[in-house]
């Protein structure tokens, strides 16, 4: 049995900053990438940011240059810096994780506002 805890989310002003972080616990042989997805009110979830275990990225295009993606292979722990937030980027954001054997795995979600 594995977990993803995402936290970090919160209600920020547009142009501010939030770290987000999720947190794999359980029995854990290895997770290959990881991921951060979002899904606004009314919309489908999206990728935001993924990372291979050798810390390879992917950006979806919207965001490039705005978030930044990083994972602590020793914590089990993916992050995702977002700066320059817009009104835009608010919606609920989910840690996914790809372990070994147990497949694939989504958080609970974190929810992010922000207000202009």
């Known amino acids: 049995q594995v977990q993803l805890v995402e936290s970090g989310g919160g209600l920020v002003q547009a142009g501010g900053s939030l770290r987000l972080s999720c947190a794999a616990s359980g029995t854990i042989l290895r997770i290959n990438t990881m991921a951060w997805y979002r899904q606004a009110p009314g919309k489908q979830r999206e990728l935001v940011a993924s990372i291979t275990s050798s810390g390879s990225t992917n950006y979806a295009n919207s965001l490039k240059g705005r978030v930044t993606i990083s994972r602590d292979n020793g914590k089990n722990t993916v992050y995702l810096q977002m700066n320059s937030l817009k009104p835009e980027d608010t919606a609920v954001y989910y840690c996914?994780?790809?372990?070994?054997?147990?497949?694939?795995?989504w958080g609970q979600g974190t929810q992010v506002t922000v207000f202009s």
């Open positions: 996914n994780g790809d372990f070994v054997v147990v497949g694939r795995v």
